[in-house]
């Protein structure tokens, strides 16, 4: 049963551009979703996150928006850069679960020189 | 920034073998650490939640007595696979957490486990 979904496994764009990353999830008890950058071979590096009582959460480049009723949260990197180039994760958990995260299958984004 | 290490960074074993990976907080203590396996294009699956001085939590689904949790010390936190064989192949994944938010846990480099 997998909890968190995304459903991209993999996206293009152009240097420059907005790259958009999307995320689904089944649980509504989560209320606090983070979203994390992998390299092969390497662990994940923590982005951003956002709790449940925003929608918007916004880092330098990364922005990331949640929709409770759609139970759906996107990430939004502007402008894509080169080295953003990785797989990126959304994680969903609960306060109270004891830390625990629950993860999406990644997507693979590549930025087009 | 948080840093967590694992060693070995990978390693080959034969069949039946076990082996042994740490997992460490270089620059803080960690009550709780978790472990994690990836298998190639999929997610990352939480096998096990290590708590200092306490027995480890797993994940349904997770063979305890084939993945044995030590979490010592509140700096290490040590998995260790039992009689492995070819479909324990995977990255292993640490990562800890020094008490904070859900947004705290830092994760390590990974170790790349293959049985041959």
């Known amino acids: 049963d997998q909890q968190v979904k995304q459903n991209s496994p993999s996206l293009s764009v152009q240097e420059g551009r907005i790259s958009i990353l999307n995320c689904d999830y089944t649980n509504s008890m989560f209320d606090y979703f983070l979203w994390y950058k992998k390299y092969p071979a390497e662990g994940p590096t923590f982005l951003i996150s956002?709790?449940?009582?925003?929608d918007k959460n916004e880092d330098g480049r990364f922005t990331v928006f949640l929709n409770k009723s759609a139970k759906h949260l996107s990430l939004h990197i502007v402008p894509s850069q080169p080295g953003d180039s990785a797989v990126y994760f959304c994680?969903?958990?609960?306060?109270?679960?004891?830390?625990?995260?629950?993860f999406g299958t990644g997507t693979r984004l590549t930025i087009i020189p | 920034g948080a840093v967590v290490s694992q060693h070995p960074s990978r390693v080959i074993c034969k069949s039946g073998t076990s082996v042994k990976i740490e997992c460490r907080s270089l620059?803080?203590?960690?009550?709780?650490m978790f472990w994690y396996r990836q298998f190639p294009k999929q997610s990352l699956m939480l096998m096990a939640t290590?708590?200092?001085?306490?027995?480890?939590?797993?994940e349904q689904g997770v063979e305890k007595d084939k993945f044995l949790i030590n979490h010592a010390s509140l700096t290490l936190s040590t998995l260790t696979v039992t009689s492995a064989h070819p479909e324990d192949s995977s990255f292993y994944i640490c990562?800890?957490?020094?008490?904070?938010?859900?947004?705290?846990?830092?994760f390590g480099p990974g170790t790349r486990l293959t049985v041959l």
């Open positions: 620059d803080f203590q960690a009550t709780t």
């Open positions: 956002i709790s449940s009582i925003k």
């Open positions: 994680a969903a958990t609960f306060w109270g679960g004891n830390e625990k995260l629950t």
């Open positions: 990562s800890a957490s020094p008490s904070g938010g859900p947004g705290e846990q830092f």
């Open positions: 290590s708590n200092e001085g306490s027995k480890a939590t797993y």
